[in-house]
């Protein structure tokens, strides 16, 4: 087998130059040599959320800021609207059942993004609406939502507006402070191009009001820790010190390329992906395709999980299967990241050459 | 400066071994190769817990497995009685009181381990008690407490016993069946060798059984969804999947060593460093002092603040200082891990040398 291409939308491929420096000796978080570094990525970071609002580092997967958005800004019976159109969507309405709010799930069709309209619709039918939740790319579908209209729409009300950005950020366009996004939720196993196990959360003015008086129960999760940390230039508790030392490394990569390249880059590769797939005859699951990954729809009897095991064991190219009501109906190709274009090319390649094999072989 | 010598009492040195996993590709969670390594360090990880019990590993700091250990085994008004003797236990009280529980802090004096006693004294005066949390090694003071002891204590009631073994899990002995453990909570950043970003869980049955009934809203933290996933060999959330490929090769390291080996290694290092301490006129702080750290009281005079320093920034020794009450009066050095008695033996050096040049400048 060949060394794995990982096509996946997350993790993705980690480049050797931050591979070297998770490999470098650690140092301890307590010490000033530290605090210089966490204090520099905690800046960087905010030119990559397009914001001036303060992102905060938590040590932990990226539903570790999922909860942290709803525990840390609402208080129990708060109701949220969430935009409901795929895996990750549905979390969000977990947490939010978890803690004991009262979710409203808009649901949309799988493939579809929202209608910022009907979004404004429910918000002005009931006002007491305290947040919208929603993914800027839902890493299930491949579905890109309009994030600069949904943030037109919510900051006319007292709603805030809170984006799981964790696949699309630094991917798909997102202008955290031009669109009025409050809480914006990454992670650093996507377009951030480290392992996972860092995730991050921006928090506007009109979110943080609501921190002193939410009163869910939080400890770990707590913004106020975090807060605190961060004015030493810190974190609360033990960081994973040698992600924030590559995390240092990734944004090099990004600033060197530039963000705006990088938008583009992921576009252009997204265009090309979706061109390929449409030239062998198979359709796009999104109906607002992100740039972030690109979803096709399998030719009918077409076994997509055998697919994606025979491409991932057999041919050393992983890609993503559908989840959910979409197993064994789609693949999933992720153009963010470090994934280049020949990456995509090699993918698609080997995609076509399988799908080939399997309609012979179901002949 | 020369290269740093890392005696901190975590992170502690990540070895060479294990820094070059961590610098390879990264693999997709969601593949048979993924959760075969996983299933099996969650199995080899038993051994070095000593336990037959399941061993959760989340992606977190310490504190989220700490949190992990309240809110899924406790009801809201719920009693806990915390062995309060250093910074870490303190921090058992504080998650208790965000979660609703009403801690009872059992305060022993820094420097010296709880009597089991007096807990079996308390537990016998409020039978309504539902849990003792305690430290193996409270790594702020380095008193190593009797948690065999405490095991026959806890046992005899319907309580269970929390133990933190963040600092002190494969340094200081802990055999969790043997002795009656309900939880143990570990770290990745110490006797682990890994950097930080991983935390463990061990639960017995015992504990177990109040996981369905406990009423703490939590989710990134809830127990059944991390045996959802052990189920599957799988984790709830995208773990970090570096540091879990790192951890099979520490866990060959200590396996290769023989963890009877590693604990009386440290225990050989531990004996050593306080010699030395005794010899440079020092006291140790800890009356029951545990292999994984000394803590050396530093002689009047002395600003310990200024010492760990001088050490870090000119002479490239990275001790810990005091936390909390004892900051600028002890100063800490770390035994557990990949540290070696040539690596003490250089810090107490430096150690001895960089005090004699401050009791010269004193003068």
Redesign the interface.
């Known amino acids: 087998m060949k ?2 291409l ?1 096509l ?1 939308p ?5 480049p050797e130059a931050v ?2 420096v ?11 040599q530290y605090r210089k570094i966490f204090q520099d990525v905690s800046e960087r970071l905010k030119k990559v959320f397009l914001t001036k609002n303060p992102v905060y580092t938590y ?6 800021c999922m ?1 942290a958005s709803i525990v840390n800004f609402h208080s129990t019976g708060d109701q949220t609207l969430v935009v409901e159109g795929g895996k990750f969507a549905e979390r969000f309405t ?2 939010a059942k ?3 709010l009262k979710p409203t799930a808009m649901k949309v069709t799988y493939g579809e993004a929202v209608n910022p309209e009907a979004v404004r619709e429910e918000l002005k039918k009931n006002k007491d609406i305290k947040s919208v939740c929603v993914q800027l790319c839902e890493t299930s579908t491949a579905v890109l939502n309009d994030i600069k209209a949904l943030g037109k729409v919510v900051a006319e009300t007292d709603a805030i507006l809170i984006v799981d950005a964790i696949s699309g950020l630094a991917a798909d366009r997102l202008e955290t402070d031009n669109w009025g996004v409050d809480l914006v939720i990454g ?1 650093s ?1 996507k377009a951030l191009m480290l ?3 860092l995730a991050f959360l921006s928090v506007s003015a009109k979110a943080r009001q609501r921190v002193d008086t939410a009163n ?7 913004l106020r820790a975090y807060e605190k940390g961060m004015a030493d230039a810190d974190t ?8 924030v030392l590559g995390l240092g490394k990734s944004l090099e990569l990004i600033e060197q390329e530039g963000l705006e390249n990088v938008f583009k880059r992921c576009a252009d590769n997204a265009a090309f992906a979706r061109e390929k797939v449409k030239a062998m005859g198979m359709e796009l699951f999104s109906k607002a395709p992100s740039s972030t990954l690109t979803a096709a729809v399998l030719p009918q009897g077409i076994d997509g999980k055998k697919l994606v095991k025979v491409m ?2 057999e041919k050393g190219v ?1 890609f ?1 299967g559908g989840q959910g009501e979409l197993e064994g109906k789609i693949v999933r190709m992720c153009h963010m990241g470090a994934i280049t274009r020949s990456d995509l090319e090699e993918g698609l390649r080997v995609l076509r050459a399988t799908l080939e094999e399997m309609s012979v072989g179901s002949k």
């Open positions: 060394t794995n990982l996946t997350g993790p993705t491929p980690v591979r070297r998770l490999a470098e000796p650690i140092i301890h978080h307590r010490t000033p040590t932990g997967s990226g539903t570790m909860e977990k947490i978890a803690f004991g992670g196993q392992p996972p196990g869910i129960p939080r400890f770990y999760s707590d609360p508790w033990t960081p994973a010190v040698g992600l991932r064991d992983t993503a």
